[in-house]
């Protein structure tokens, strides 16, 4: 019961209510009934007459919130209850003069907030900023730019663009809002560079002309330099097919035997031994350029910082497509790339180690199989660079052919896939295509709340997929209305298309040219928490594929009700995977086998904690791409095969025949005190730890990890490195 304290306005708790509040920060505080009356009482001061709410009127909104018997509430939650109550009281001015007092704090909450994350970076304290993307040195001047502007960027979309609604689901971790330090400007997620018209037909960078190369060293250099101001104009990875760079490889031979052949000819040879010498001649200069041109992008791609202060987050596709008039050199050109990439690039101490960057994926076809095909030598090399290098992954053309209408083409960056499309003259098209942005679910949250009840599931599922298209259609509405000249290098000069200046970009987004992407994480544990089992038991594993193909018949309605180019994408979840699992702790306490592991399962993956056999969990896994055809990849985590190629080689073959896109995880680090070249552990202190000379200063660490899609080497948070730690080998 409240009472009034003698002589003040003050009303107190007779009795003190045991209660926990949770604060916007995650903090927990005692919940105190003085703060609601502060509240209730700072708007009533705005208001006349019966609007005022009394004493007594305050006493039963106080009662309104303790009756809930709770032993927390969200500081959300109260103020919720807080409203409802005035309204059902009739004071609605008033609800609406508290709706207004509520909103100014928030607002004075977010400043405050955004000051101090922008200060913590500054002052390398800002832990959760610093360590979400592992391929960001957070405590660089340009990283940290873009992190501080990044900053800004967020508190002004929750504060301005979005629905309060959708700012709310995101901080709830209902939903997942990506890249939102972006949001405020018209960038648009992942691609796949039209490379092939840029070099063709030449570009534009930074207002100067770059024609058509003249050989391959040049369009190898060329393409870095698109690959850079690409990466500046957008946020997402980008991918490049080498098959491109086949034209000028050839035209480096060509050039060079011309002019050795008239060099012989004039020195009085015959034109047979001319041309004998002169392809003697051409055919050594083109060994010369492909290693310099495979060399500079290399070096060229780990040492450029783009205007967002990390290395172009790119993927280099290498096809041999028989039906390619290059192929032989194509051929030559990914045989350079696995030489040098096993190789490695030397660090600051000269010591060769696994860069990150360019992303290498490897198509298997029938003419490379591991079957007696003519290209055979090359997977044997890719397999040999994937057991120390952890790259290339690996596509089977033969699976990808069956799931998007006998077409072969790379991922946007690590996974996410479009859908098949075709231009007005009936001709498919995938490069100059790309992801609007994406939005992903909380699964495993529907399932903690839904508590085993199907019902109350199903229910939930389908209110939050309606806030996905929301925020969806928020990501959708803003890119509208952009001109071309907020990235040249995009949209007037080849990267997806050659707009005039002050040309709207619309017509690429009004259609299945771009796609729109809803993403998931926690298949697992969602399974668990409805199914008491892994997806991996029959009884979950019909689940788990109930709510796949729920969750792609969304996307498919979306996408006819709307043309717009909508896709289920399996999430990678670097520092997602820790974010939803301490939301859901926060709320919910430590769940068994889901909130207490400190980490989200990727996307539909086996829990990495669950012992099964490689070729078991790919042939699982599989089922699960198939449907997730806007963004998929799997793995298996392996021990050191460097002396083990032929059982490798046999998984790359299963490979080929089971499941449309995968790779192998092994480790690949270095000691930069000891010289220690094996695996770095994880100790029991979640400390990276050198096992043999217990070296834990990052600075002198070098580490390389699979960390979605990509390999990460700057560290990672708490949660990834959680499940780094946890994961088990497969082989």
């Keep these: 019961m409240l009472v009034e304290e003698k002589n003040t306005n003050v009303l107190t708790e007779e009795k003190t209510t045991v209660m926990t509040v949770i604060k916007r920060d995650g903090r927990k505080v005692e919940y105190d009934s003085n703060k609601v009356i502060l509240a209730i009482s700072s708007a009533n001061k705005d208001v006349r007459g019966n609007q005022k709410l009394s004493r007594a009127g305050i006493e039963e909104v106080i009662k309104e919130i303790e009756n809930k018997n709770k032993t927390s509430m969200h500081v959300e939650e109260i103020q919720d209850i807080i409203e409802r109550k005035l309204m059902e009281l009739g004071k609605f001015a008033l609800a ?68 309060k609604r959708i700012v709310k689901a995101h901080n709830d971790g209902v939903l997942h809002f990506h890249d939102k330090d972006y949001f405020i400007q018209p960038m648009h997620n992942c691609m796949l560079v039209n490379i092939k018209d840029m070099l063709d037909n030449g570009t534009v960078m930074n207002g100067k002309m770059i024609e058509s190369p003249k050989s391959f060293s040049v369009a190898c250099n060329v393409t870095t330099q698109i690959i850079a101001a690409i990466a500046s104009g957008q946020y997402g990875g980008q991918s490049v097919d080498i098959r491109h760079l086949g034209k000028y490889l050839r035209r480096t031979y060509d050039k060079i035997y011309k002019k050795r052949y008239a060099h012989y000819i004039e020195k009085g ?20 350029d492909l290693e310099t041109g495979v060399q500079m992008i290399q070096y060229q ?16 596709f290498m096809f041999i497509d028989e039906k390619d008039e290059y192929k032989e050199e194509v051929a030559l050109i ?10 490695g690039i030397k660090n600051e101490q000269g010591v060769y180690i696994t860069p990150a960057f360019p992303k290498l994926i490897y198509v298997l076809d029938e003419n490379n199989c ?56 009936g001709e498919y098209v995938f490069e100059s295509r790309f992801n609007q942005g ?3 679910i909380n699964l495993p949250q529907i399932g903690i709340i839904a508590n085993g009840n199907e019902k109350k599931f199903w229910r939930l599922l389908d209110e939050r997929l309606e806030l996905c298209f929301d925020a969806l259609m928020c990501r959708h ?7 071309s000249d907020c990235s040249p290098i995009h949209w007037q000069y080849g990267g997806i298309a050659r707009l005039a200046k002050g040309e709207k970009i619309d017509e690429y987004l009004n259609s299945c040219f771009s796609t729109i992407s809803l993403g998931y994480i926690g298949i697992y544990e969602m399974t668990k928490l409805m199914k008491g089992v892994s997806h991996t038991d029959p009884v979950g594993e019909k689940f788990a594929l109930e709510v796949m193909h729920h969750l792609r018949d969304t996307v498919d309605r979306w996408k006819k009700e709307t043309g717009l180019g909508f896709a289920l994408y399996g999430t990678p979840a670097e520092s997602l995977c820790y974010r939803f699992a301490r939301v859901d702790k926060e709320r919910f306490g430590d769940i068994e086998y889901v909130t207490d592991k400190g980490y989200y399962t990727n996307s539909y993956h086996v829990d990495v904690r669950e012992k099964i056999p490689a070729f078991q969990k790919l042939k699982f896994e599989s089922k699960f791409q198939t449907i997730s055809s806007g963004g998929a990849i799997s793995y298996v985590e392996i021990p050191n095969m460097k002396n083990n190629l032929t ?7 299963f490979m080929y025949d089971n499941i449309q896109y995968a790779e192998v995880n092994t480790k690949s680090d270095y000691c930069h005190v000891c010289g220690f070249d094996g695996e770095i552990i994880i100790n029991d202190n979640l400390e990276w730890e050198c096992p043999n000379c217990g070296n834990k200063d990052h600075s002198k660490l070098t580490v390389t990890r699979r960390t979605c899609g990509y390999l990460g080497e700057n560290f990672w948070n708490v949660g990834k490195t959680k499940e780094i730690k946890a994961r088990v080998l497969h082989l």
């Design 334 to 343: 990914i045989e350079e790339i696995l030489k040098q990439r096993l190789r």
């Design 438 to 440: 994406v939005v992903s």
């Design 269 to 288: 040879y015959s034109k047979d031994e001319a041309h004998t010498r002169a392809d003697e001649d051409a055919l050594e200069r083109r060994q010369e």
């Design 301 to 316: 791609i780990n040492t450029l910082m783009t205007t967002n202060g990390q290395t172009p987050f790119v993927t280099i």
């Design 370 to 425: 591991l079957k007696g095909g003519k290209y055979d030598y090359i997977t044997k090399l890719a397999i040999k660079c994937s057991a120390k290098r952890m790259y290339p992954d690996y596509i089977s053309a033969k699976i990808m052919r069956q799931n998007y209408e006998g077409n072969v083409f790379s991922p946007m960056g690590c996974r996410s896939f479009l859908s098949p499309w075709k231009n007005e003259k």
């Design 96 to 163: 609406k003069e508290y709706i207004l007092y509520r909103d100014k704090h928030s607002i004075i909450r977010q400043v405050n907030s955004t000051d101090e994350s922008i200060m913590s970076l500054v002052r390398n304290t800002n832990k959760d900023t610093m360590e979400e993307n592992s391929n960001k040195n957070a405590y660089l001047v340009s990283t940290q730019r873009d992190l501080i502007a990044g900053e800004c960027s967020k508190d002004l979309a929750d504060r301005i663009m979005l629905p």
């Design 647 to 653: 059982a490798l080689e046999d998984l790359i073959k």
């Design 477 to 483: 509405n803003a890119l509208l209305g952009t001109i």
